[in-house]
């Protein structure tokens, strides 16, 4: 399979593909040149909207379906449409977001589409109850009662290290070090409107082969952000960064809320300073959408989505195929 960007006429990166009316669609966020230096905090990722594509084959030409909403047009929001998601219910699609509030604090929001290209009309108040980056929406089949679950949470620039205590602290910059258990994913029940939580927001424990919590200082195998759930054969799959040091890595569940044990790498680090991905059956293959910063020569800011062939064993182990 080529390693050519999928997309070119536009910078591109966090890409979430799904399954929506028989083709692939991805919801990746849109990166521009924002003219401000890199830093810890992420200031540089100053997206403003979200272009919605599609596929009919992970081979063929991808159509660009233009601006399905754009930060102007969401009343509660000032900065930084970051790594969005989608979902499908009853005929509507819903885009999960992250972005800025009018304090500066991440939020994550919800926009209505009757179609998966947009576009997308937003609530005009984030989802009550949540926080920081990255939202991953993963809807259970009708066989096993179809309820949907809204998982997010990213360190640094996307502030879950503000929300150890419970409430935001804009104090409380630094994540655990040390030997104590890592930070994780958030997850929690949507409702059946999917504009709104149904139950408690949730940490996600994540466990070593021993049964113990990952540490803060395993910065190879411990969660940073992206976090990504899909399912197959009854188990399900926790795929997300380990920021720092770069890896795609997963770990494994019989529960959507955990806890996960830590399996093994998926992606060595891609050039450019952030990996963020999805994972997505398509006729009968399984695909890991990706980013790296190979169109831009390296400018951690400017990245290109990407897209492999994944297998997955009779063991379950996930691998990129060779």
């Known amino acids: 399979m080529s390693d050519q960007p999928l997309i070119s006429h536009v910078y591109t990166a966090d890409p979430s593909a799904h399954v929506f009316e028989g083709k ?25 909207d979200y272009h919605v594509f599609s596929m009919e084959s992970v081979t063929g030409p991808v159509t660009d379906h233009g601006v399905a909403l754009a930060l102007e047009d969401i009343p509660w929001a000032s900065a930084q449409l970051w790594a969005p998601d989608a979902a499908e219910r ?35 108040e984030p989802i009550a109850g949540t926080f920081s980056i990255d939202p991953c ?6 066989a096993s009662g179809g309820a949907a679950y809204l998982y997010f949470g990213g360190i640094w620039g996307g502030q879950l290290q503000c929300w150890q205590s419970g409430t935001f602290d804009k104090d409380a910059r630094v994540e655990p070090m040390g030997n104590v258990p890592a930070l994780g994913p958030r997850v929690a029940k949507l409702s059946d409107d999917m504009r709104s939580l149904a139950g408690p927001v949730i940490e996600l424990t994540i466990l070593d082969e021993h049964g113990n919590p990952l540490q803060a200082d395993d910065h190879d195998r411990r969660f940073f ?14 795929s997300y960064s ?3 040091t770069h890896f795609l890595v997963y770990a494994t569940s019989d529960s959507p809320l955990g806890p996960f044990t830590y ?20 006729q009968d293959k399984w695909y890991l959408f990706h980013h790296d910063a190979s169109l831009s020569g390296g400018v951690n800011h400017l990245r290109c989505v990407k897209v492999k062939e994944l297998t997955c064993d009779e063991a379950g182990k996930l691998a990129l195929k060779q």
């Open 24 to 48: 692939l669609y991805l919801y990746p966020s849109h990166d521009i040149d924002s003219g401000l230096e890199s830093n810890d905090n992420g200031d540089q990722y100053a997206m403003r």
């Open 90 to 124: 009853d005929g509507r699609y819903f885009l999960y977001f992250p972005a800025r509030d009018k304090d500066g604090i991440f939020r994550i929001g919800v926009a209505v589409s009757d179609s998966p290209a947009g576009p997308f009309l937003p609530d005009p």
């Open 137 to 142: 929406s993963f809807v259970e089949d009708a």
């Open 225 to 238: 952000e992206g976090a990504w759930v899909h399912k197959h054969n009854g188990v399900y799959y926790l």
């Open 242 to 244: 380990t920021g720092d």
């Open 263 to 282: 399996q093994g790498r998926i992606l060595e680090p891609v050039l450019g300073w952030t990996t963020h991905h999805s994972i997505v059956q398509y």
